[in-house]
């Protein structure tokens, strides 16, 4: 923790940073924490696992130490494209803020009715802290019963990924909501031309960081299977009988191809649960927890989880579908080969995926290694 007192936080902020078993800031947090900390606007680009979450956390939870709080007041706002980053960020909120008397709430779409008047009473009675996806947000806002008139800063994370999934319009919308006064922090994992606009619209002369942008882990190890698309379930079942991995992650395109994968590797007597639209919130949260804790070993996962979810130690990631993106195949081999350790990746392509193999080869600027058959 030592090399977080340059930062000269309040004692409570670096008792929570201590109980988190954060040793030394990464590279987005030496940059970014001193910028905000000094009031600016930051547009920061760094890839998935880089500790950008921090980077925001920490000066924001420093400022509000400092503050005469006034219990029914909103100050930050974070917006997120998803509720399992919702859930993330509110786990680190947990964590950081242990010895702060703060109070935050995740304001994200599914559950019950129970749910909603929990996320309601939070708002109304205010919470310092407010981490939202944006169309739950805006449905709260449009009761009129949210009041973020004494709002300081506004934070915009995964912000590639909230335009992919068509949330400019709302982020506009909300954005006209609020104080014209206030501090802009957006985060993004690539930086396209449309987030670099959007960011001249809504940011004031922002301190710009990049790091190792759109770029993966270096101890991460890439492979390809060139596959016949039938021939992609019995791979997967090949490669699961050969070894016992601690940590995996399967993405497929579908739900579809995701229970059906789900159903071949439980044949095996492996630890797997299978994460998709199908299931309710309270299931996907279960999902989760166990595969964090390792009570599972391996998650078959859509999409859903391809960003924004900060799962530690895995040792294997696997494309059964090349990402639609290459953006998507930096973040989904983003989850291995975490903190300095190794991990591989490996990438199933039939012929209708070659196209989307060379545009991620062009990304990247190599070649991805070309497993033998039979390997």
């Known amino acids: 923790m030592s090399e977080f007192k340059q930062f000269n936080f309040k004692d409570e902020v670096f008792q929570g ?6 040793e030394k800031p990464t590279p987005i947090q030496i940059e970014a924490i001193p910028a905000i900390m000094e009031g600016k606007d930051v547009l920061g680009c760094a890839q998935t696992g880089t500790g950008k979450t921090a980077a925001f956390l920490l000066p924001i939870l420093n400022r509000l130490c400092d503050k005469d709080i006034e219990g029914d007041k ?3 706002m974070i917006i997120v494209p998803t509720r399992e980053l919702a859930l993330q960020i509110d786990q680190q909120l947990e964590g950081f803020g242990y010895f702060m008397n703060l109070s935050f709430i995740s304001v994200y779409g599914g559950g019950d009715s129970s749910t909603w008047e929990q996320q309601k009473t939070a708002l109304v009675m205010g919470a310092e802290i407010v981490i939202a996806t944006p169309g739950r947000l805006l449905s709260h806002l449009a009761l009129g019963y949210v009041d973020l008139s004494h709002l300081e800063c506004l934070i915009l994370d995964e912000a590639d990924r909230m335009l992919d999934m ?7 919308t909300i954005i006209k ?9 957006l ?3 690539t930086m396209p031309s449309r987030i670099r606009t959007m960011a001249k619209t809504i940011l004031k002369n922002p301190v710009q960081i990049d790091i190792a942008a759109s770029k993966p882990a270096d101890g991460a190890i890439q492979g390809v ?4 698309e039938q021939q992609k379930l019995d791979k997967i079942v090949e490669l699961f009988s050969k070894d016992e991995v601690a940590g995996a992650i399967v993405f497929a395109s579908s739900k579809i191809r995701v229970k ?7 044949k095996l007597k492996l630890s797997v649960a299978a994460i998709h639209s199908d299931l309710d919130q309270k299931e996907r949260e279960q999902v989760m927890r166990d595969f964090k804790n390792r009570k599972l070993q391996i998650l078959v996962a859509t999409d859903i989880i391809s960003r924004g979810i900060d799962v530690e130690g895995l040792d294997l990631i696997i494309n059964y579908d090349v990402p ?3 953006e998507d195949y930096i973040h989904r081999i983003g989850r291995t080969a975490r903190a300095e350790k190794s991990g591989v990746a490996l990438t199933f392509v039939s012929k209708k995926d070659i196209g989307g193999l060379k545009k991620i080869e062009r990304f990247l600027g190599k070649q991805l290694f070309k497993i033998p058959s039979g390997s």
């Open 177 to 185: 909501l609020l104080p014209k006064k206030r501090q802009n922090l």
């Open 225 to 228: 299977y060139m596959l016949e």
């Open 17 to 22: 940073i201590d109980a988190m078993g954060y």
């Open 260 to 266: 059906e994968i789900n159903s071949a590797l439980k």
């Open 74 to 76: 909103i100050y930050t």
């Open 187 to 189: 985060f993004s994992a």
């Open 166 to 172: 068509g949330f400019y319009d709302d982020i506009m």
């Open 324 to 326: 639609r993106d290459p």
